[in-house]
Every structure is written in structure tokens, then in C-alpha cells.
């Protein structure tokens, strides 16, 4: 989990146990890296070592394949000492983020850095926008990172939908930003209501700013485990969709597995197993709100933000060997975005402390080189985003599609109905297949660990489809149904041009055409429909 700090610290574990997962990616630059930072960069990559030479040899023979990663560590902004970003000789990124802006301890609607300084403050005391100019001058770019588990998220603090919009607002227009990136951790992950406001404010500032004739691209970043998101994570992806936002992606916190992970975890395994699952978890959304998108795409849309060296859990430590790791998983699945916790923690703990576990926010708690993390991830072949109309899609509205049995592909869901293992459905524009038999299960719903859906989804509907075209498995049948005239168990009729067969005496009681036809209808039906899984 990420936090801010107001101090350094440097204790042991049990003293105060370190969470600085408020990690945010930086805006896109607005300029091409400067030959100065060019340069630095050149030298700090040469000097990464074995390994990391290596993983950007790699990088370079793959940049023209998928996406290319944008590298965007984290600063934590309100940490003594005042970590000086801006110097590329302190900082081998081009682009940083800035974290946390959280409410106000006095005024929930009104942003502030860390709960500690207004942006006026920040900029007296910390010289922070001075420093946000020099480095744009340098080519670089920041993007705000908003949130993060200590103190309380905007959107937690100010029910006032307008004055919570213009705070975030104040912050677009005052730091000119691009990219803005909300950290949503701890019982925020879950308050419904703060997910609607952010969600909200965030519709109108895009649309403000696409106006203008401009960008704001968006991340959301939460916590994941080695099974992937959290059902609250998706259930905030989802409503953050849902309300209207063109979400660039979901930025993940590869870190905190938890001790059950075993005395010795393998921290990249759990990594990219974190984040393979992720995707299967976006793909399955972005289908269920009648999106299809490809494998490449859903990875240009996952970031990872690992904490560098020493985990809050005793047993995990990210090496710089797991970050070249995580480099090159990057480049080879096109991940968006790689980001650390933090640029104030790349170094190694001195003294004492250089043999034991550390949990600190000055300095990374493993052996390591000044900068070397920042080093290996510096290599990513990316750049800041935001400029590309297509990294951000539509989602569709699921309560204006209406499902019109006479145009879609397969029968329309129904939540009386019975269904078993195989059989397809059409609901809100996207077709579903059952995993097994089930009724009253919508298919909508997130398919999360441990809460299952009974349905996976298989994609859209598309506007060339037809209405599915049930086939008789009997001939002969001829007769029409009367409303008049009884039948006995065995009778065979024609309805709609199809033939059913009488489970039971049966008068007035008309043969279903809503799919499928359950076993507590009089008719049976003597033919197939389209979804209708194959049997024996």
C-alpha cells in the first residue's frame, strides 16, 4: 500500500511498519527529452550492470512490438528530506508522479499536498512548482497522483459534487495537467458513493478539457494480489466505467502479498502472476460492458507499481534482479505503464541498518547501488500518454441497449429462466455462455475470486447479426394449436411454425416462445435454438 510521509523514517518493522503505495504516473511531456537528460540517461542505463544492460538490449529489439511501457516512479512530495526530482542527476526519469494530493484536515472539498500544505504552501515551502518547471524545461513531464491510503481521498471527504469538481479541477489547471492518476485504496476502495463522485467530476473535467481543445487522460490505480483484483477493485473499474470516464487504465500495487505467500516469496512470480490475472479480469469486464478489445490492448491499459526493496511484509523484497524482470514482462506483453515507490527509496540503508529488515521511506531496505532501480526501469522503451484518441474507448450505455429478440443472435436472458452448462444468451448487447446450470444469475455481474459468475462472456453483438433460427428436429407435425381443444400427453401441435409435444393435459395454455422453454411449460418444444448447447 502506498502512503506519504511528513519525515524521514527509519525504523524497525515492529516501531511502524512502512505503506507508501500512493503511487500516481506522471502527465505526458510536452516536449522530446532533452540532450541534456538524454545524455544522463545513456550514462546511468550503461552503468545498471549485467543484468539491466541486458533487459534494455532486449527493449530495444522489441520496441517496435505493442505498446511501450511508459516508466513513471513515484515521488512522495512531503517527505524531509525534499527529494529533488527536477536534477537528472538525482533522478534518471524523464516523467515522475507526484504523490499525494488528499483533502484538506479542515476543509474536505479543498486539495492539499499530504494534509499538510496547500498548493500555495507547497509552492512557498517546497518550491514545488518552481521544481515542476525546471523539469518540463529539462523535456520531463509530471503526472498528480490523488489519494493514497493515509488520510481521506477527495471524493471520500467532499460529498459536494460541485465544490469536489472544482477541486480537482484546481489541480488540472494549476499544475497544467495531463494525466491524472487516482489512488484508491483502504475503505475508499469500497464507499459507492465517493466511486460516483469521483467518477462524475472526472466525466465533466474530460469533457472541459477535450473542449479546449486539449486531453486529461486518467489512472486508477488499487491494489492487487497474486489472484488478481480485489471484487471491490473491480467493482471500482467497473463504476469508474460505468460513470462516464475515459479510463487510459488500471495501474496496479505489485506489492504486500502477505506472509501466507511462504518465508522466501518469489516476489516477480507473484508479480506477473498479479498481472496476468489482471488482464483476464479487464478483458472479462470490458466484454461485459460490450467492449472487445484485443490481448495487446488490455496490457496497454495495465500498469504495475511495485515498492522497490523492502516490502511492508517482513518476507518480500523486490531485488533489482525482480525489477529487470518486471522490465522485460513489461516490454514483451506492451504493459502501459511501470512505476515504483518510490524515487525517495532508491538507495541502500547505511549504517546499522544495512543487514536487517528495514522498513523505511528514505531508503529501500536491500542491496542495491544509488538509483539502480530507477536505473533499470528508466530503460522502457514509452513515453507519457495521453496523445493517442486510442487509448481511451466508449463504453456503452447498458441501460439504454434494449435486447430485441427479433435482431439478436442468440435468446434474450431471462431472469426466471433455467439454464443449463453450454447454452448462450444475448443480454445488454453482449453474448454470454453458461459455465454450468444455473437461474436468476445476471451475467453482468463482475467475476471475481470467491463471488463466481456462472456466465462467460464471449464478446458484443455486432450490428450484422440476425435473429437465431430455431431448427425442427420432427417432421410431419401439421396440426395447428387450438385454444379450443384439449390434448393429451404425446399430442403434437404447430405454433409459430414450430412443433412442440404436450408434457400433460393441457387446454388454452399456448406453447412458450421465450428461450429456453422450461420444464414447467405443458409444451416441449420438438426443436433446437441457436445457443443451445449439443446433446447426445
Request: with cysteine.
Given at each position: 500500500?502506498?502512503?506519504?510521509?511528513?519525515?524521514?523514517?527509519?525504523?524497525?518493522?515492529?516501531?511502524?511498519?512502512?505503506?507508501?503505495?500512493?503511487?500516481?504516473?506522471?502527465?505526458?511531456?510536452?516536449?522530446?527529452?532533452?540532450?541534456?537528460?538524454?545524455?544522463?540517461?545513456?550514462?546511468?542505463?550503461?552503468?545498471?550492470?549485467?543484468?539491466?544492460?541486458?533487459?534494455?538490449?532486449?527493449?530495444?529489439?522489441?520496441?517496435?512490438?505493442?505498446?511501450?511501457?511508459?516508466?513513471?516512479?513515484?515521488?512522495?512530495?512531503?517527505?524531509?528530506?525534499?527529494?529533488?526530482?527536477?536534477?537528472?542527476?538525482?533522478?534518471?526519469?524523464?516523467?515522475?508522479?507526484?504523490?499525494?494530493?488528499?483533502?484538506?484536515?479542515?476543509?474536505?472539498?479543498?486539495?492539499?499536498?499530504?494534509?499538510?500544505?496547500?498548493?500555495?504552501?507547497?509552492?512557498?515551502?517546497?518550491?514545488?512548482?518552481?521544481?515542476?518547471?525546471?523539469?518540463?524545461?529539462?523535456?520531463?513531464?509530471?503526472?498528480?497522483?490523488?489519494?493514497?491510503?493515509?488520510?481521506?481521498?477527495?471524493?471520500?471527504?467532499?460529498?459536494?459534487?460541485?465544490?469536489?469538481?472544482?477541486?480537482?479541477?484546481?489541480?488540472?489547471?494549476?499544475?497544467?495537467?495531463?494525466?491524472?492518476?487516482?489512488?484508491?485504496?483502504?475503505?475508499?476502495?469500497?464507499?459507492?458513493?465517493?466511486?460516483?463522485?469521483?467518477?462524475?467530476?472526472?466525466?465533466?473535467?474530460?469533457?472541459?478539457?477535450?473542449?479546449?481543445?486539449?486531453?486529461?487522460?486518467?489512472?486508477?490505480?488499487?491494489?492487487?494480489?497474486?489472484?488478481?483484483?480485489?471484487?471491490?477493485?473491480?467493482?471500482?473499474?467497473?463504476?469508474?466505467?460505468?460513470?462516464?470516464?475515459?479510463?487510459?487504465?488500471?495501474?496496479?500495487?505489485?506489492?504486500?502479498?502477505?506472509?501466507?505467500?511462504?518465508?522466501?516469496?518469489?516476489?516477480?512470480?507473484?508479480?506477473?502472476?498479479?498481472?496476468?490475472?489482471?488482464?483476464?479480469?479487464?478483458?472479462?469486464?470490458?466484454?461485459?460492458?460490450?467492449?472487445?478489445?484485443?490481448?495487446?490492448?488490455?496490457?496497454?491499459?495495465?500498469?504495475?507499481?511495485?515498492?522497490?526493496?523492502?516490502?511492508?511484509?517482513?518476507?518480500?523484497?523486490?531485488?533489482?534482479?525482480?525489477?529487470?524482470?518486471?522490465?522485460?514482462?513489461?516490454?514483451?506483453?506492451?504493459?502501459?505503464?511501470?512505476?515504483?515507490?518510490?524515487?525517495?527509496?532508491?538507495?541502500?540503508?547505511?549504517?546499522?541498518?544495512?543487514?536487517?529488515?528495514?522498513?523505511?521511506?528514505?531508503?529501500?531496505?536491500?542491496?542495491?547501488?544509488?538509483?539502480?532501480?530507477?536505473?533499470?526501469?528508466?530503460?522502457?522503451?514509452?513515453?507519457?500518454?495521453?496523445?493517442?484518441?486510442?487509448?481511451?474507448?466508449?463504453?456503452?450505455?447498458q441501460n439504454a441497449t434494449v435486447d430485441d429478440p427479433a435482431t439478436?443472435?442468440?435468446?434474450?436472458?431471462?431472469?426466471?429462466?433455467?439454464?443449463?452448462?453450454?447454452?448462450?444468451?444475448?443480454?445488454?448487447?453482449?453474448?454470454?455462455?453458461?459455465?454450468?446450470?444455473?437461474?436468476?444469475?445476471?451475467?453482468?455481474?463482475?467475476?471475481?475470486?470467491?463471488?463466481?459468475?456462472?456466465?462467460?462472456?464471449?464478446?458484443?453483438?455486432?450490428?450484422?447479426?440476425?435473429?437465431?433460427?430455431?431448427?425442427?428436429?420432427?417432421?410431419?407435425?401439421?396440426?395447428?394449436?387450438?385454444?379450443?381443444?384439449?390434448?393429451?400427453?404425446?399430442?403434437?401441435?404447430?405454433?409459430?411454425?414450430?412443433?412442440?409435444?404436450?408434457?400433460?393435459?393441457?387446454?388454452?395454455?399456448?406453447?412458450?416462445?421465450?428461450?429456453?422453454?422450461?420444464?414447467?411449460?405443458?409444451?416441449?418444444?420438438?426443436?433446437?435454438?441457436?445457443?443451445?448447447?449439443?446433446?447426445?
Open positions: 500500500m502506498l502512503t506519504d510521509r511528513a519525515t524521514p523514517l527509519l525504523v524497525r518493522p515492529d516501531d511502524d511498519p512502512l505503506a507508501d503505495p500512493d503511487w500516481q504516473e506522471p502527465e505526458p511531456p510536452a516536449e522530446k527529452l532533452s540532450w541534456l537528460r538524454l545524455g544522463f540517461l545513456i550514462l546511468v542505463v550503461a552503468g545498471v550492470g549485467i543484468g539491466g544492460t541486458a533487459a534494455v538490449m532486449h527493449w530495444r529489439d522489441n520496441a517496435g512490438a505493442l505498446a511501450k511501457s511508459w516508466a513513471v516512479p513515484y515521488v512522495d512530495v512531503t517527505l524531509t528530506p525534499t527529494f529533488e526530482f527536477q536534477d537528472p542527476t538525482l533522478n534518471p526519469a524523464n516523467d515522475v508522479a507526484l504523490a499525494f494530493v488528499v483533502a484538506d484536515k479542515t476543509d474536505g472539498c479543498a486539495p492539499s499536498w499530504g494534509g499538510a500544505y496547500t498548493p500555495d504552501e507547497a509552492s512557498a515551502s517546497l518550491e514545488l512548482d518552481r521544481r515542476i518547471s525546471q523539469l518540463r524545461a529539462a523535456g520531463g513531464n509530471i503526472m498528480l497522483s490523488v489519494g493514497g491510503l493515509t488520510n481521506s481521498e477527495l471524493a471520500v471527504a467532499c460529498t459536494d459534487q460541485a465544490r469536489l469538481t472544482d477541486a480537482y479541477r484546481q489541480l488540472v489547471k494549476r499544475y497544467d495537467l495531463a494525466t491524472l492518476d487516482l489512488d484508491i485504496e483502504g475503505t475508499a476502495l469500497a464507499d459507492q458513493g465517493s466511486l460516483t463522485r469521483r467518477a462524475a467530476a472526472l466525466k465533466t473535467l474530460q469533457a472541459e478539457r477535450t473542449a479546449a481543445g486539449s486531453s486529461l487522460a486518467v489512472w486508477l490505480t488499487v491494489p492487487v494480489s497474486p489472484e488478481g483484483l480485489t471484487a471491490d477493485g473491480v467493482a471500482a473499474v467497473r463504476a469508474t466505467l460505468e460513470g462516464g470516464v475515459a479510463l487510459r487504465g488500471v495501474n496496479v500495487m505489485t506489492m504486500d502479498y502477505g506472509s501466507a505467500k511462504g518465508s522466501n516469496p518469489d516476489m516477480l512470480e507473484l508479480t506477473t502472476s498479479a498481472l496476468n490475472a489482471t488482464h483476464k479480469q479487464l478483458s472479462d469486464l470490458y466484454l461485459r460492458l460490450g467492449v472487445q478489445l484485443t490481448s495487446s490492448e488490455v496490457w496497454s491499459r495495465i500498469g504495475a507499481t511495485p515498492m522497490i526493496g523492502q516490502n511492508d511484509v517482513d518476507a518480500e523484497r523486490f531485488t533489482v534482479q525482480d525489477a529487470a524482470g518486471l522490465a522485460t514482462f513489461a516490454v514483451d506483453k506492451g504493459l502501459g505503464r511501470v512505476s515504483m515507490w518510490s524515487l525517495n527509496r532508491d538507495s541502500r540503508c547505511k549504517n546499522t541498518f544495512t543487514n536487517v529488515v528495514v522498513h523505511s521511506n528514505t531508503c529501500s531496505g536491500v542491496d542495491q547501488t544509488a538509483l539502480e532501480f530507477s536505473k533499470v526501469f528508466a530503460g522502457l522503451p514509452g513515453t507519457s500518454v495521453g496523445s493517442s484518441g486510442r487509448e481511451s474507448v466508449e463504453i456503452p450505455d439478436s443472435p442468440y435468446p434474450v436472458w431471462r431472469l426466471t429462466a433455467l439454464y443449463v452448462g453450454g447454452y448462450k444468451v444475448v443480454w445488454h448487447g453482449v453474448v454470454y455462455q453458461a459455465k454450468w446450470a444455473n437461474q436468476g444469475a445476471d451475467p453482468t455481474a463482475d467475476d471475481v475470486s470467491g463471488t463466481p459468475n456462472p456466465w462467460s462472456v464471449v464478446g458484443p453483438v455486432s450490428t450484422s447479426e440476425i435473429a437465431p433460427t430455431p431448427t425442427p428436429a420432427v417432421s410431419g407435425v401439421t396440426a395447428e394449436w387450438n385454444p379450443a381443444l384439449g390434448y393429451k400427453r404425446g399430442d403434437r401441435v404447430v405454433f409459430g411454425g414450430l412443433p412442440y409435444e404436450a408434457r400433460w393435459i393441457t387446454k388454452n395454455e399456448p406453447p412458450s416462445t421465450e428461450y429456453p422453454i422450461g420444464p414447467e411449460e405443458p409444451w416441449a418444444p420438438l426443436f433446437t435454438v441457436p445457443g443451445e448447447p449439443v446433446t447426445g
